[in-house]
């Protein structure tokens, strides 16, 4: 019998524990050894009923998917879930932890299915391009309705054990899974309950088959925001099959459907995306043994936009926050931006209503920067000049306690000479946040040249404590994500001085899945950011600084590359933008011509790739799934295609090269001549995923 499932008869009660840590993942082994256990169970006389349990943290979290793209090992899910089904004797789920993926399926194929009131069920395939391929479409409908189905299976979000309960996912909240499912299984046993199969109850599908508008009402409701994106789509046609096909007839419909997706760029991109995240939070180059450093409370220094929304981060995740200002006025004002945010949220239902003033409570705003001296960690988020942050730095130098870990939030400057005003530089790194900060998923851990590894780790724990994905990265001018930003700028400067305009180009990026175009996201984050910048370094450009002195810095002057109507955010193209650029390019010399959509394309990705390429060389970034998580998580890059490094391996890397030769010989850039790293990879029919797999291993 299996060493990772076990049998044991409690009474007239079989309960089969599954123990395969960390997540008791649906290994062929595991599906083995339920199959096994199930059978024999079914085939004891004295067993009245079977409960399917697990040891450890979490009921079956999902597929070990591990084993996709592999020949597939017997026994099938489906077999397994068949087995359930055929028993004569009532099957109980016991759910604790997180039933999800085909950890759920398993439950809908037992009869009954319990779960504590913890517990989160749900099929995420979604997220990995897949749709459920083990009858997930068929039975979940069949058990919650094919309306609240379709949007559970769309979102790939999982519910909470009162809404499993509340739509007939599950059909008792217990005390303890093992113990509950059997003080179930005695009732079911006692009432001569029948048995429920999924696959032969309909009752839940006949409002919708009367009326089909109720279920294409949901289905449109739960695609709406997947442009582009093949699995979304393929999930929602997958369960209205439970409208008008033989159960039989779409299962098979279900499984040609997730064989056909698996093989999908799309989901490639997406596995790629979530086996990325995973190494990336993994710090490379520490010395065995270190460990982080306490961290009971966090000073803030800075109540503005961003200093906000860490301070939130940190709140919501329960950990006690100082957060300081120069100025009552500024304090007052960022405490009252922040308590109005938590109470939106709660408006909405994201949280309870008495969140706002629990989280508030954990804040304790203060003016001067000595405050800084209870704190284990502290972040500075102040103006992003080099004279204000060394300003900063000296007085936190002065008063912080020993120990304490100085984090500067800066998303260009240099680190190196940020921490050289301290005397303790081995304590001084990064953590750059992005904007809404409370929401943004990623932290780019930024380690200086005499950081300390325990300095290190310590924030990327503490990162990952507030649940965002912190990507470890050397330091330079931007440091991965804004470096690879700055060079799409450039070109997409460059492409309205050949011709293109911000609306075309900006079309071109939202059809390729970016949330909103480069000009668009420039008017929204305030012209200004980038003039300032630019200035402060000598630099130049035509269009971008003509447009800013003519005073139009975005959305705050509602007019920016885009004009924008009074309380609108919708970017309107604007002929006085079109007219200034012509005049900016007559000045210069420049003759303008028409601009396809993949010319843009090519001339908006492809030098980021490039640059991508560029700080791998430089081992600013670790590998290159590094900069993949970067772009997925801080910039909107559309997760089906899975970060630049992976896209640039869909394409070809020759492709690229051959193109960013032609753009640097055409348009005389040399800048866009390929980088050593590139060219070589491409001469050698080599790939980035070859490159992150040797540098993972390494």
């Given amino acids: 019998m299996s060493e990772v499932v076990k049998l044991a008869v409690t009474g007239h009660c079989a309960v089969i524990t599954i123990d395969a840590p960390p997540v008791n993942a649906l290994s062929a082994a595991v599906r083995r050894g339920i199959l096994e256990n199930v059978m024999a169970a079914n085939a004891d006389s004295a067993v009245q009923a079977i409960v399917i349990a697990c040891a450890g943290r979490t009921f079956i979290a999902g597929a070990d998917i591990t084993e996709f793209g592999k020949p597939p090992q017997p026994p099938a899910l489906n077999e397994v879930i068949e087995a359930i089904e055929g028993c004569a004797k009532p099957v109980i789920a016991a759910i604790h932890g997180t039933a999800l993926g085909g950890g759920l399926e398993l439950a809908l194929g037992c009869h009954f299915r319990v779960a504590v009131a913890d517990a989160k069920h749900g099929l995420p395939e979604v997220k990995l391009g897949l749709v459920p391929g083990a009858g997930g479409t068929q039975r979940l409908p069949r058990a919650v309705g094919p309306e609240f189905g379709v949007k559970m299976i769309v979102s790939g979000e999982p519910i909470s054990a009162s809404e ?50 109720l279920f294409t009402a949901a289905a449109a409701a739960a695609t709406k925001k997947n442009r582009g994106v093949n699995a979304p789509l393929a999930c929602a046609e997958a369960v209205s099959w439970t409208l008008d096909t033989p159960f039989d007839d779409a299962l098979k419909k279900e499984r040609e459907t997730f064989l056909r997706l698996v093989n999908d760029d799309q989901s490639k991109a997406q596995r790629h995306a979530f086996f ?47 957060l300081i200002e120069t100025g009552e006025a500024q304090l007052t004002r960022g405490l009252a931006m922040m308590q109005k945010s938590w109470e939106a949220t709660a408006a909405r239902g994201g949280i309870a209503p008495d969140e706002p003033a629990k989280r508030m409570a954990l804040i304790d705003g203060k003016i001067g920067l000595d405050n800084v001296r209870d704190a284990d960690l ?56 992005f904007s809404p900060a409370n929401v943004m998923k990623l932290c780019e851990v930024v380690r200086a040249e005499r950081t300390a590894p325990d300095a290190l780790l310590t924030a990327t724990t503490m990162a990952n404590r507030i649940r965002k994905t912190p990507v470890v990265v050397g330091v330079c001018h931007g440091f991965v994500g804004n470096r690879m930003l700055a060079v799409r700028g450039l070109q997409g400067e460059a ?133 993949d998580v970067i772009w997925l998580y801080g910039y909107g890059w559309p997760v089906h295609r899975g970060g630049p490094m992976f896209y640039a391996d869909l394409v070809g890397l020759k492709t690229i090269v051959e193109r960013l030769e032609f753009y640097a010989r055409s348009l005389n850039e040399p800048a866009l001549k390929p980088t050593a790293l590139l060219a070589r990879l491409a001469r050698e029919g080599s790939s980035f995923a070859s490159l992150n797999a040797a540098r993972t291993a390494g």
């Fill in 276 to 322: 990325a995240e995973r190494e990336a939070v993994k710090v490379r180059g520490l010395p065995k043994g270190v460990k982080p450093r306490p961290v009971e409370r966090v000073a803030i220094v800075g109540a503005g936009t961003m200093g906000g929304g860490i301070a939130m981060s940190f709140a919501n995740a329960g950990i006690p926050v100082t």
């Fill in 164 to 213: 499993a309960l509340e739509h007939g996912l599950i059909d008792e909240i217990v005390e303890g899974p093992a113990d509950g499912a059997i003080a179930f299984a005695k009732k079911v046993v006692a009432e001569q309950r029948p048995l429920r199969l999924l696959r032969n109850d309909d009752s839940k599908l006949v409002a919708a088959r009367a009326d089909r508008s």
């Fill in 495 to 627: 492409l309205l001085k050949s011709g293109a305009l911000p609306d075309q180009v900006d079309a071109v990026l939202t059809r390729f899945g970016l949330p909103m175009g480069l000009f668009a996201m420039g008017d929204l984050a305030g012209l200004d950011i980038g003039w300032r910048s630019r200035q402060d370094r000598g630099l130049r450009w035509d269009i971008a600084d003509a447009i800013c002195e003519s005073g139009r810095l975005g959305q705050k002057t509602s007019k920016g590359y885009y004009r924008y109507e009074p309380g609108s955010r919708a970017p309107i193209p604007d002929p006085e933008v079109e007219k200034l650029i012509d005049e900016t390019c007559k000045r210069l010399g420049l003759t303008r011509r028409a601009i396809g959509d993949q010319e843009i394309l090519e001339r908006m990705i492809y030098p980021m790739i490039n640059e991508g390429a560029r700080i791998l060389e430089e081992n600013i970034a670790a590998r290159p799934g590094d900069i």
């Fill in 378 to 433: 502290v972040i500075e988020a102040v103006f992003e000049t080099m004279a204000i942050k060394k300003e900063v730095f000296t007085a936190i130098d002065a008063h912080a306690k020993l120990g304490a870990v100085l984090a500067t939030n800066t998303s260009y400057l240099d680190i190196n000479e940020i921490a050289a005003v301290t005397e303790r530089p081995q304590d001084v790194l990064g953590m750059h946040f």
